[in-house]
């Protein structure tokens, strides 16, 4: 049984000084070529082979994919050749077209695999109904997904001129006939920004170009844990348009780069409630720290040089229940505020209540002990 196992195990190719050339030519065969090179000291590199193993015996690949890894320090030249600076690194070789294409995301079979498929179907894949583009959101790692829904050739043919400038990144694109012609890029499920401009190539291209590796990403857990454990900056973009998505990314563009720049749509969202953000303020900018408890609302005018100046400033009042000794309560008002308003005012009231009581108890000590006379000497 074992046996059968492993002859079913397919092999990856072991690239050195003496087959380098042929390979890297396409002498031997043209099938696209996928490369990692590695280091046997690259713990990295350990951790990571088993999962290459799975990726070279996936049956929807490996028939269409020839796999090598190169030791690096075993044949340094052949890494020096193809400018490699670190260990793991994969590289897409398409040897008909002489393309190389760099792998940046994360090394896990999802990603791998759709890395994989992209640039076998690439530039376009077409799709039968709309809904299909659901089956690959859950593989992009917040990569763009573009759907351009077209009625006619020519925008066909442009889109994919246009998109082959866009080879190198993360992003998919699909095409599907349909009588109302749009383009819409998806990062989740059923939430999308629509191109709204005329189907002019500049514009176009300007919109794939802003949306390929957004600034101006989702907000999500991952991005709250983030901030909550390195103590990085927020700004969060509260809107309600694909027209507000798009105006304030073009003012992202000119805003520090230090800083993580990402929008919520939902003011029914568990955050926005727990910040007293509600829908008569959308669109509206927030500045959060979720390490230290704070945020702050932009009140002013939606220009990227006040917006800087503001998300830069240090000694300005911040909200929220901070990280001092009472924070830990005042978290636990926060969020009975967020998840019902009704609870937060009884609270409140018996707040008062029991300051009152205490109050009149403190009033009626002094009363008494004032009240008492005094003994003659």
Known sequence: MLLFLSILQYSTIDITNENEADIFSGKISKTPLFVEFYSPWCHHCSDFYPTWQKLVNISELNTKIQFARVDCPQYSKICD?????????????????????RYTGLNQIPFLQNFLERQLKFPIQFIETETDINKYLHKTNRSSIFLLNYNDDNILANFRAIVLDFRATNALFFAYNSTNQSLHVYREKDSYISYEGNWSNNSLAEFINDNINPLLMPFNNDEFEK??????FVVLFFLNSSQQHYDFTKIVKKLPANYTYCYLENTDDYLAKFMSISKKMVPCIVIMNAKRNIWRVYRGEFRSDLISNWIQLKDVKWLGPGDGRLSDFWIQVYSLKAQSMFIFVFICILLLIAISLIVFVIASLIHDYLSIPLKNE
């Open 81 to 101: 050749k193809h400018n490699i600076n670190g260990y793991p690194t994969m590289v897409w070789y398409n040897l008909k077209e002489n393309i190389s294409v």
């Open 227 to 232: 901030s909550e454990k390195n103590g990085t």
